[in-house]
Nanobody
Framework: QVQVVESGGGLVQAGGSLRLSCAASGRTFSSYAVNWFRQAPGKEREFVAGISWIGGNPYYADSVKGRLTISRDNAKNMVYLQMNNLKPEDTAVYYC?????????WGRGTQVTVSS
């Protein structure tokens, strides 16, 4: 079983920055692709950013391209989401998801609130 824990959320003004972290247990962390999703109140959960197991080829939703950067440190079992130039519409609970074939693990999320 893999445990996934997000952290780093908070309240920030528009234009500000936050760095979210995703910590995962397990010796096979480096085998998993990692994706960040978010869910705003009253909306469906949506994809934000993803990174392959080896760390190459990060990919982003169009709405966040140029503002968010995903990275990973397999030696520390960590994935990061650097969020710059935040907008009020980025307000949501952000979730980290690990996946490998049929194995999928989610964290409980971290709240990001961007004030205008």
């Amino acid at each position: 079983q893999v445990q996934v824990v997000e952290s780093g959320g908070g309240l920030v003004q528009a234009g500000g920055s936050l760095r979210l972290s995703c910590a995962a247990s397990g010796r096979t962390f480096s085998s998993y692709a990692v994706n960040w999703f978010r869910q705003a109140p009253g909306k469906e959960r949506e994809f934000v950013a993803g990174i392959s197991w080896i760390g190459g080829n990060p990919y982003y939703a169009d709405s966040v391209k140029g503002r968010l950067t995903i990275s990973r440190d397999n030696a520390k079992n960590m994935v990061y989401l650097q969020m710059n130039n935040l907008k009020p519409e980025d307000t949501a609970v952000y979730y980290c998801r690990l996946s490998l074939e049929t194995q999928v693990y989610w964290g409980r999320g971290t709240q990001v609130t961007v004030s205008s």
